[in-house]
């Protein structure tokens, strides 16, 4: 099986202070911050904001762009919002799947039940990643019908990207890897690492190439293979 050490190639900084979630779309990259809750679509070349708006959304986690809607995980709301992708107005809100306590939090004083991250859209399904769970959930977003779940190595999955062969690039943000996984049993074909300091928190994939945002310093940028 490949596995390569990524090089971290950084192409511009994110509106706000702490982006979390990307998704790639032909016209822009769309990103949503966990800090203000704002999405934004940036230019591709120069990072220049071409569209912004607020969100009723809390500690947000993930985007996707699906069915003439924009998706963001609402991670301390414990929901998934439906947006209209033009004003950033939120038509609906349906319960996060896998929502709980994660496993290093387990038993810990204190600990708060957390919602989804990375999130996904392919043939009319939404792939939702769950930290608590280890999984990502394959939902019908018409019925809010889990049809599917697989599991995803590691403690921490975030960020998701399609992959060739239609495989789902899983990254996992305290492990510093980023997993090709196949949707039906979670089997791992590829595995890219990303050496620290860099985080990846949001992922997406744009022209075969994997972007990525760091909330930690604003980074956004390119996972070139070594």
Known sequence: MPSNLAVVEKRFQAPGPQPN???AAPDGLWCIDQVDLKVYKQDWETGETLFEAQTDTAHSSGIALGGGYLW?????????AKLDPKTGKTIQKYDSPGA?????REGAEGAQATGSHG??????KLYVASPPSQMVHVMNPDTWEELHRFRTPGLRNHGLAWGDSG????ADTSAGTVSLLDTGDGRVYD????AAPDEVHGLTAHEGVLWYCDAH???VGRLIRG
């Open 72 to 80: 963001i995980a609402s991670t301390s709301e414990l929901k998934i």
């Open 167 to 170: 495989r789902l690039w899983v």
């Open 217 to 219: 310093t604003r980074d």
């Open 21 to 23: 979630g990307l998704q």
């Open 100 to 104: 709980g306590i994660t496993a290093p």
């Open 191 to 194: 595995l890219v690492c990303v």
């Open 119 to 124: 999130l996904e859209w392919r043939d009319g």
